[in-house]
């Protein structure tokens, strides 16, 4: 499979990496010679230095033979273009572009059904909000993942000490907690376990499982996380994402205040908002955040675009006593080190755009991808197909390979949290919780025999 | 029945220049698409979007991509050879030599199983796979396939 890649900035350059890894057929294409050179020095791809938006360029890269064309610069504009032109060359490559701006909100299916024929439109902004609403949903979440239209969740949870919970052997379970619940994996000391039923919970742990949602808030309580009802929000930054969630907030009637530094931008803001309060300032000020309550706010998100203001923010809210801090950061290096300084709720968009593209590169017919745990594992929604080696037999029976496990069955309206007898149907959805090692092999198993028209 | 009652001479195609799927299809696509009347770019779409849910490149240096096309009225297929090989994704890894392309209607009542059936029998023999990749024209094709196209 071969895939052309424009733009190899964080999200350019992770993919890159991982279809390397899986022996796939990648060019990348940048206009900055150093970008370049650094791809080409870490991953062993082939390079084109020069304007993916160039039909040229494009042809050089073999636009003609390429079964996905992957738009990931910093730009809309070059992003739209280079599918523009794709589609003029080879109009039967998949096109997948980021898109970011707001304007172009109303026009994603626009661009898909008419030209320039984008398969999938990617705004990971509009995904960082989703996450971020459903972080303030479930407090103390590190990860949270809806399915099936939200009536199944995939959460992660840190396991407090002096819990009811802890030192529960897994199969105890069941007596201390009434609702169905499946512990997908336990992170411990920066270990991926996934645990069988004469494994513990220790307090440390970052505990992964899935539940109905109808039980979650009870599971939340026997993990001494409390769900209370959020009222108050403050928002510190207000780029794309920060108007888009204040827009959300202030739809749903929450009381919201935004902060931001520059005053032509809070005119801005102002002007769309209707209830939102906007105030013009320097959200690290700790004298500011002092007299905006901040101590009264229900959650405080930061969303600036410096990555060391929205740390320093979220940590002084969280001294000064706010309930819940929630913090943007797009740079993977700092990713691992936030729980170590308390912040656990983090939300990146490079990594939400990372999950969106990972869906459609993986074979199988996948309808959603997320990677967990600093990339050691995949979580893969899908539709379990006719002649595929995952139906038609019980789950121990079809060579789901160690390290992966079916936490999640959808069929039709039921839901279903199996076991190893559990037997899957054509059609059904299922979600798998996987290690990264063996991604490859849950592909095999979810790809469908030569009689599959 | 036969499989000669679907393949055509302007479907076949001895000589493939691409070396990569998207390219072998697209050369496979345009002379089926010319004889349904129907858009040779939605042609590829549905081969490659059944590619992705799993390769038809069953190794032994054979490929039989296929798929449904809505508003198709009858089953065509297509014939073609690669004398250098393709990257197929084929199960064991190796070039793709011979491709046998089917497309099917929507609402196909199961003949294109049938056909699938029949093709993959007469592409188990050695001795015919060898036979048809000395074939040099489409009526080297045909001649090779009719010795042993027998009626289902």
Partial sequence: MKIIIVGSGQVGFNIASRLAH??????????????????????????????????????????????????????????????????????????????????????????????????????????????????????????????????????????????????????????????????????????????????????????????????????LTAFDKHVRPVKRVMIVGGGEIGLRLARSLEEKSIYTKLIERSPERCAVIADIMDKVVVIQGDGS??????????????????????????????????????????????????????????????????????????????????????????????????????????????????????????????RKDEIMIPSGSSVIEPNDRIIIFARRQVVSKIEKLLTVKLEYF | MKILDYLHKETIITDLKSSNKKGVLEELALPVSVITNSDANEVVRVLLERESLGSTGIGGGIGIPHGKMRGLKTLVMGVGLSLNGVDFDAMDNKPTHIFFLILTSEDSAGLHLVILARISKILKEDAFKQKIMTAKNADDVIRIIEEVDEDF
């Fill in chain 1, 22 to 219: 899986e022996g796939k057929d990648v060019v990348v294409v940048d206009t900055d010679v150093d970008a370049i050179a650094n791809v080409s020095e870490k991953i062993d791809v082939e390079t084109l230095i020069g304007s993916g938006s160039s039909p040229v360029v494009l042809e050089k890269a073999g636009i003609k033979g390429a079964e996905i064309l992957l738009a990931v610069t910093n730009s809309d504009e070059i992003n739209l273009v280079a599918c523009l032109v794709a589609d003029i060359l080879s109009p039967a490559t998949k096109k997948i572009a980021r898109i970011r701006k707001g304007d172009y909100d109303d026009y994603h299916k626009t661009f898909q059904e008419g030209i320039p024929h984008i398969d999938t439109v990617i705004n990971p902004d509009i995904e960082v909000v989703k996450a971020i609403e459903l972080f303030m949903s479930v407090p103390g979440a590190l990860d949270i993942g809806d399915f099936a239209e939200g009536r199944l969740k995939f959460v992660g949870i840190r396991m407090d000490k002096d819990t009811r919970l802890s030192d529960t052997r897994l199969s105890d379970l069941p007596n201390k907690i009434g609702d169905p619940i499946l512990i997908a994996a336990l992170v411990r000391e920066g270990k991926m376990i996934i645990p069988g039923g004469d494994d513990r919970m220790y307090p440390g742990d970052l505990v992964y499982f899935v539940s109905e949602k109808r039980g979650l808030e009870n599971i």
């Fill in chain 1, 285 to 410: 000020d700790q004298g500011l955040l002092f007299e905006e309550n901040i101590r009264e706010m229900d959650v405080v998100v930061s969303l600036t675009n410096d990555e060391e203001t929205n740390i320093l923010v979220s940590l002084l809210a969280k001294r000064m006593g706010t309930r819940q801090v929630i913090t943007k950061l797009n740079k993977f290096g700092y990713l691992s080190l936030m729980s170590t300084i308390g912040l656990e709720q983090v939300v990146s968009p490079r990594l939400s755009a990372i999950n969106s593209i990972l869906q459609h590169i993986r074979r199988g017919k996948v309808l959603s991808a997320r990677t967990l745990v600093d990339e050691k594992a995949e979580l893969l929604e899908a539709v379990a197909l006719e002649t595929s080696d995952i139906v038609g037999k019980p789950l121990r029976q079809t060579g789901m390979p160690k390290g992966a496990l079916v936490i999640g069955i959808i």
